[in-house]
């Protein structure tokens, strides 16, 4: 079975093992960031966690053309 990438969701920081949903408690990336380290080993996931406190959502599409905005 083929998987759909378009339904493909990032919802978590691997490099610290957090998902958004627990780091949307610091309330600011900055705040996350000095207390998890999250975004900055691979980061892979920045652009993505920078929507995530821009848009308060937990999970966002892999393609998401708002990503744009935070590359």
């Known amino acids: ?9 990032v919802d978590r ?3 610290v ?3 958004f949903e627990e ?3 610091f309330k600011t990336l900055e705040m996350a960031q000095a207390s998890t380290g999250c975004g ?4 892979g996931c920045l652009p ?3 929507l995530m ?10 393609d998401d053309p708002r990503l744009s905005d935070y590359n």
């Open 1 to 9: 079975m083929e998987s759909d990438m378009s339904e493909a969701k």
């Open 13 to 15: 920081c691997e490099c």
């Open 17 to 19: 093992n957090r998902t």
């Open 23 to 25: 780091l949307k408690e």
């Open 40 to 43: 900055q080993e691979c980061e």
């Open 48 to 50: 993505y966690l920078q």
């Open 53 to 62: 406190f821009a848009s308060g959502e937990t999970a966002i599409d892999l």
